[in-house]
């Protein structure tokens, strides 16, 4: 027999240093056996390899200063067309006096993008409204009338170009692609063979021929004086596209609810849209957040797809510069990579925050 | 709408479910057959039977979530038909527990219970706290309004779900196994609660295996097998002097270990 009294019972002692601190750390994530220590070391041997030239490339070495290709030394990269090309990357030939109007629509675009994301900001409910607002406030900044003067949407360019057609697509596309989920899952077969028929249509072509369609085909169907302005086609089609993906990617959330979740909202009394507004959505998107910023992310890069419209995004405006007489050969590595920094921060920054949304809801429930 | 207490209901042999003739299939499977079942305000009946004898199948049909497809369903005057208004009026006036719980993972305590008299009531958010606020008192678990179903233990889930039926302030209340999905040590605390509540005088159908719950607040016994009421019965002569060969040997079954 064995008992221990009240007083016999055993304290805590603290951790050996070989599960704690620094030393532990090491040891349990990068050399937790020969397996996992041999690709520690290997990994970093390739660090050690590609990092220090390419920092060495990129910067120590680089060419900051010159009008024309002439001044690139070779070496190293070559940012000398920067000074120049900078407005167009970002701004394409949207004219230089109304810059300012683009530079306003990016700034509050930072408060209409928070006041949706995160909670508990300041004047919140106020806020709410603005973010509903602002798409018709950048839209009247960026096109004009009613005093401001109109610009057509082809100057639009440059990385503005990009902003306008992937967040119109994105705010647009998660809702369609919500009724589509819950179309395709209706007890009404027309409404449900309705959405199956769009999701697969859209899903089994790819998007640059939806955009051929929207440029070349439709106006064979739509009356002669009708003239769709060529940039709301592209965002249409590039909406409708990313909406038969999320659809299937929020169906897979709504599969996932068990249906004793709807029969509790049932009995509770609820209908059928509040169901799916207070119960079931708010779980089926929760657990569809990774395949949904996943959509999104693939949406904004299908932006630069605007270039089979004539119109120079990024992208269009890195290859203008690369073919630019004064530029030719010269930054071709540069350009590039400039274009793909910027696309790699937005989507990146779009990525994280879904990894801390799931950390934070999946906080809240346990 | 209405809103009738049970004390107002008056007599207790007023029905206030009334099942006729109630044929139902799950395709070509026979689930229900030829149920006639009527329960006065106030009555417990408790439904006992093998799995697969369509309890719960019954209980369900009730407040329409499954439909039937003869015979007629009415709740407190109100025929349960295809007509969606009058399964939004049945349904005000049922609450329901289940086996699983079903409580909303994403919501709180509390707000499990707030959801339906604020969306459904229609009431302000401060009127359906205190509503729910008394109701999580009644099955005490007040402390636990601000927490989330996952960090509940199964028997407090289950209460905040009965709290969370009561908060409609239903006619009647009907239970699905409530007590089939608990650890053994959790019965007890959600069987006290329906007996408080079967004291206060609700109406309750209650499908449960819970023989010694059964005998304690039942007024009637009622037992299923293959789709059919069996044997109906006051709980005294259910338990002590079984009818049908078929009660007997069910209860035999499930008494003896």
Known sequence: ?366 | MSTATPEAAGASDVPIIEISNLNKWFGAFHVLRDINLSVAAQERVVICGPSGSGKSTLIRCINRLEDHQEGSIVVDGTPLTRNLKNIDLVRRDIGMVFQQFNLFPHLTILENCTLGPIWVRKMPRQAAEEIAKKFLDRVQILDQAAKYPGQLSGGQQQRAAIARALCMEPRVMLFDEPTSALDPEMIKEVLDVMTGLAESGMTMLIVSHEMGFAAQVADRMIFMDDGQIVEENTPDAFFNNPQSDRTKLFLSQILRH
């Open chain 1, 1 to 366: 027999m064995f008992f221990r009294d009240q007083g016999e019972m055993l304290p805590p002692r603290t951790a050996p240093i070989t599960e704690v601190g620094l030393v532990g750390w090491l040891r349990i994530n990068l050399f937790s056996s020969y397996g996992n220590a041999a690709l520690t070391l290997i990994s970093l041997a390739i660090l050690l390899l590609v990092v220090p030239p390419f920092i060495d490339w990129v910067l120590i070495k680089a060419q900051f200063s010159g009008d024309s290709g002439e001044a690139c030394s070779g070496i190293g990269a070559c940012w000398a067309w920067v000074d120049q090309r900078l407005g167009q990357f970002f701004y394409g030939f949207y004219p230089a006096e109304a810059h300012w109007r683009v530079n306003v629509t990016a700034i509050l675009l930072v408060p209409a993008i928070l006041y949706v994301l995160v909670d508990n900001m300041p004047g919140a409910k106020f806020g709410r409204w603005f973010s509903y607002v602002y798409p018709l406030l950048a839209a009247y900044l960026l096109v004009g009338g009613f005093g401001l003067e109109v610009i057509q949407t082809d100057k639009f360019g440059g990385f503005m170009l990009n902003m306008v057609v992937g967040l119109t697509g994105i705010v647009l596309s998660l809702p369609i692609g919500v009724l589509l989920a819950l179309g395709r899952q209706s007890r009404l077969p027309v409404i449900r063979l309705l959405c199956i028929a769009f999701i697969e249509a859209v899903r089994g072509v790819p998007l640059i021929t939806l955009l051929f369609v929207a440029i070349v085909l439709l106006q064979l169907f739509l009356p002669p004086e009708v003239s769709l302005d060529q940039l709301l086609r592209v965002i249409i089609m590039v909406t409708l596209f990313a909406s038969a993906y999320m659809a299937e990617v929020v169906r897979g959330g709504l599969q996932a609810i068990p249906k004793g979740q709807i029969e509790g909202a049932q009995a509770v009394g609820l209908g059928y849209w509040q169901t799916m507004r207070l119960i079931v959505l708010p779980q089926a998107l929760r657990i569809s957040i990774p395949g949904i910023v996943n959509t999104f992310i693939g949406l904004f890069k299908d932006t630069t797809l605007v270039i089979i419209i004539g119109l120079f995004d990024l992208l269009g405006h890195a290859r203008l510069l690369q073919t630019n007489p004064d530029w030719i050969g010269d930054v071709d590595h540069e350009a590039y990579l400039f274009s793909a920094a910027v696309f790699f921060l937005v989507c990146f920054l779009m990525s994280r925050y879904s990894v801390s949304l799931e950390k934070q809801l999946s906080k809240d429930r346990h």
